[in-house]
């Protein structure tokens, strides 16, 4: 290292001196965790020269949140991960208040272009404000624009805040051309997503506005998504301080509204809004485009809420959930694993059209490396709940409980071996549909990801349990038959 290091080359040095002491058997085995230190938001989800490139917001000197940087791995298979130096780090007046949340998008002439959330720190008579920056590399080594912020508040018509101005998500289109969505607040109007158009990644201008809360989803917008799917446009959001309704639970959480879009006219007309997890762990989101044409989605596995004094049992905290192929069925955004994760299937275990009811477990359905799928068939049965208990021993258990009378699943870690008073438990609809009801579990050590009848809906979670603890257990309050097909991970 030079003897008048960058805040970068430090943090670089620092990631090369800290990695040496850091155990791979400490981590999950298919989730993304940041090197060293603390993570939240995936940023520049993408493909590029042959690999998927994964950016995260990241604070590498301390497992709690603080100025922020941007976190790098690459996969060829997102299971897989291998860090990369850290890519970003505050070091120019235009972000000297942290690298906020972005994207990444390659240009014409195959370079790839960060763009991101510079934070200038509130001064004399000032508050802090929040503008957009661009960084560009080759996808390892990243140089800032000299003209950042290359998007100010000034960009931006009357009522639109300077202070609540963050997480652009940036595209080509057709023609070549870039546009960009971009979270803000309304004086009026709360949460809105701003489109922004630029000839060459370089210059923009505001386009108008694609859609706002209007107090019905919350107070602002964050980390906002917004792309064509089978047929359909999907603007995806990050409330914060939301109000339960409808399905969506209260505080943090993840929204999908698919609609229609007329770009000439910038009008998004919404068809359908969904949560997007309904699980204690899920929040801002970020999808790419895969070379054979899948959306591609992974988010983190944490929020603000149950962040604040979680149990930092690692020497880094925090990890992205499992990469899902999303897509659209009867109006509505699914979500299923990413068919890669056969990749990982091992000493698979199936038992076909078992009948059970007295709490019971089955030969080789046990571990807490897993991908299980439970179709439980209650045709002819007068069976009105059906248990599944996972993370299981003497004193511990993770209960997914299936009321089949009211079409209602309910998720509860209360005797996960957490004393913390959060909320631990989530509901979500569960329908018995063409005879069925199907779950489908992922779990890697200390999370549980359930996909509820192929992905209608589903709640991720992270578990306090014991790893020790990998018991695997059904129960029905009436004899009840159900095939289970049990892959293990490695």
């Keep these: ?49 042959g690999q998927y490139h994964l950016f995260y917001q990241y604070h590498p000197f301390s497992r709690a949140w603080g100025p922020m940087h941007w976190g790098h791995a690459v996969s060829h298979d997102l299971l897989h ?81 300077a202070f609540d101005f963050r997480d652009p998500k940036v595209w080509r289109a057709q023609d070549g051309t ?52 089978d047929g359909k446009q999907v603007l995806i959001v990050s409330p914060q301080e939301m109000h339960a309704r409808e399905e969506f639970h209260a505080g943090f959480g993840t929204v999908a509204i698919v609609g ?98 007295e709490e019971t477990g089955l030969p080789g359905v046990q571990g807490r490396l897993m991908d299980m799928t439970v179709t439980l068939l209650p045709e002819g049965s007068s069976c009105r709940r059906f248990t599944l208990h996972v993370a299981k021993d003497a004193h511990h258990y993770i209960q997914i409980r299936c009321d089949l009378a009211r079409s209602e699943l309910v998720f509860d870690r209360s005797l996960g071996g957490s004393h913390r008073d959060i909320v631990h438990t989530r509901h979500a609809r569960a329908e018995v549909k063409d005879g069925k009801l199907t779950l489908r579990l992922l779990m890697d050590k200390e999370s549980v990801e359930l996909f509820i009848n192929g992905g209608e809906r589903v709640i991720t979670a992270i578990i306090p349990t014991p790893l020790s603890a990998d018991g695997i257990t059904f129960a029905a309050d009436a004899p009840v038959t159900m095939s289970v097909e049990a892959h293990h991970l490695g």
């Design 178 to 229: 870039f546009r960009m969505v971009v979270g803000n607040r309304h004086a009026e109007r709360q949460g809105s997503i701003l489109l922004l158009s630029s000839p060459d990644g370089f210059t923009w201008h505001f386009v108008g506005e694609i859609d706002s809360s209007n107090s019905e989803y919350g107070r602002m917008w964050e980390c906002p998504d917004f792309f064509p799917l």
């Design 1 to 49: 290292m030079s003897k008048n290091p960058t805040p970068l080359e430090r943090v670089r040095e620092y990631e090369r001196e800290r990695a040496i002491h850091m155990s791979a058997d400490e981590r999950p085995l298919f989730h993304l965790t940041p090197l060293v230190g603390w993570m939240n938001d995936p940023n520049g989800f993408c493909w590029y020269k």
């Design 260 to 357: 229609q879009f007329d770009e000439g006219e910038c009008q998004f007309v919404r068809e359908t809004v969904q949560p997007v997890d309904f699980g204690l762990n899920f929040y801002a989101p970020q999808t790419m485009l895969a070379p054979d044409g899948r959306r591609i989605m992974i988010g983190w596995m944490d929020n603000w809420e149950t962040c604040k004094e979680a149990p930092r049992r690692h020497p880094w905290y925090a990890q992205m959930s499992a990469p899902r192929e999303v897509f659209i069925e009867n109006g509505r955004l699914m979500q299923r694993p990413v068919r890669e994760f056969e990749l990982l299937w091992q000493d698979t275990v199936r038992h076909d059209r078992v009948t059970v009811s």
């Design 81 to 161: 991960w291998t860090y990369e130096p850290c890519a970003l780090a505050p070091d120019t007046a235009a972000d000297a208040g942290g690298c906020f949340s972005g994207s990444a998008v390659e240009l014409p002439d195959g370079r790839l272009m960060l763009v991101y959330t510079g934070v200038q720190p509130a001064g004399t008579f000032r508050r802090e404000t929040q503008a957009q920056c661009i960084a560009i590399g080759d996808g390892k080594d990243f140089e800032k624009s000299l003209l950042n912020p290359v998007i100010r508040h000034a960009h931006l018509p009357e009522d639109y805040s």
